[in-house]
């Protein structure tokens, strides 16, 4: 039976190395690696995975209960209303957030800022997810991701709120980037174009050039007198010596 002194400072090493774990079956790798430490017997397979999941589940609600204390009543009203809110009759306030991708043309360009600006005025910093480890964050925001609005409504209070700050602080960047990158190309595709056009008019100019050149010389030739006129295969540089005359 895995109980007594022993079981109790196990549970406690359980607890402090969930956060940190990716996975149950990582969790109970390291369990096993921690009682052979502690010259431990090991328990049954079934007692060490209800172990690691418990000990898994009560290091997301500690992590979600501290990304909420360090929101105001406010926010977190401002929060559950992305839930509520409709654009345009269209998707909820929470769906048209998260529609950030990158564009390629000017009416793209028009449609980020909104939701760049929506998401700052919310007024939620990168502070709020601090202590937080990076694969706790990226997995809140796939859940979100995932999630519809009715889906999200029917998980707990703390829960719900974690993911939708951890969403909203997150495509903030990315909607900032996505702003930044739809800038690029639309004038990296502006400078291309103008440079086609450019080399298109500088070939038609020269081109033109030429004609006009071309219709010059031959207009020349017509206006001089028909004996003066330079046959092209003569020589008109080189001169004759007189003759010497007896």
């Given at each position: 039976?895995?109980?007594?002194?022993?079981?109790?400072?196990?549970?406690?090493?359980?607890?402090?190395?969930?956060?940190?774990?990716?996975?149950?079956?990582?969790?109970?790798?390291?369990?096993?690696?921690?009682?052979?430490?502690?010259?431990?017997?090991?328990?049954?397979?079934?007692?060490?995975?209800?172990?690691?999941?418990?000990?898994?589940?009560?290091?997301?609600?500690?992590?979600?209960?501290r990304i909420v204390e360090r929101l105001g009543g406010g926010i977190?009203?401002?929060?559950?209303?992305?839930?509520?809110?409709?654009?345009?009759?269209?998707?909820?306030?929470?769906?048209?957030?998260r529609q950030f991708e990158v564009g390629k043309n000017s009416a793209?360009?028009?449609?980020?800022?909104?939701?760049?600006?929506?998401?700052?005025?919310?007024?939620?910093?990168?502070?709020?997810?601090?202590?937080?480890?990076?694969?706790?964050?990226?997995?809140?925001?796939?859940?979100?991701?995932?999630?519809?609005?009715?889906?999200?409504?029917?998980?707990?209070?703390?829960?719900?709120?974690?993911?939708?700050?951890?969403?909203?602080?997150?495509?903030?960047?990315?909607?900032?980037?996505?702003?930044?990158?739809?800038?690029?190309?639309?004038?990296?595709?502006?400078?291309?174009?103008?440079?086609?056009?450019?080399?298109?008019?500088?070939?038609?100019?020269k081109a033109a050039l030429q004609d006009t050149l071309l219709g010059?010389?031959?207009?020349?030739?017509?206006?001089?007198?028909?004996?003066?006129?330079?046959?092209?295969?003569?020589?008109?540089?080189?001169?004759?010596?007189?003759?010497?005359?007896?």
């Amino acid at each position: 039976m895995f109980s007594g002194r022993g079981a109790r400072v196990l549970k406690a090493w359980l607890a402090g190395e969930a956060e940190a774990a990716r996975s149950n079956e990582e969790l109970a790798q390291r369990f096993v690696v921690e009682c052979r430490r502690t010259q431990t017997i090991l328990p049954a397979v079934s007692v060490i995975e209800r172990l690691c999941a418990d000990a898994l589940v009560a290091a997301e609600r500690r992590i979600d209960l501290r990304i909420v204390e360090r929101l105001g009543g406010g926010i977190q009203d401002r929060l559950d209303a992305l839930l509520t809110e409709d654009v345009e009759g269209r998707a909820s306030r929470f769906v048209w957030l998260r529609q950030f991708e990158v564009g390629k043309n000017s009416a793209d360009m028009n449609r980020l800022p909104d939701r760049l600006e929506f998401l700052q005025g919310l007024g939620l910093a990168a502070t709020a997810l601090d202590g937080v480890l990076p694969h706790r964050i990226t997995r809140l925001r796939r859940q979100g991701e995932r999630y519809f609005t009715d889906g999200l409504r029917d998980i707990s209070s703390d829960r719900r709120l974690a993911i939708l700050v951890v969403c909203t602080v997150e495509w903030q960047d990315a909607t900032a980037d996505a702003v930044i990158e739809t800038h690029d190309r639309v004038v990296g595709k502006t400078w291309r174009d103008a440079k086609a056009l450019c080399a298109v008019q500088i070939s038609d100019a020269k081109a033109a050039l030429q004609d006009t050149l071309l219709g010059l010389k031959i207009e020349v030739r017509h206006r001089q007198p028909e004996g003066h006129r330079m046959s092209p295969w003569k020589d008109t540089t080189s001169t004759c010596a007189p003759r010497n005359v007896a």
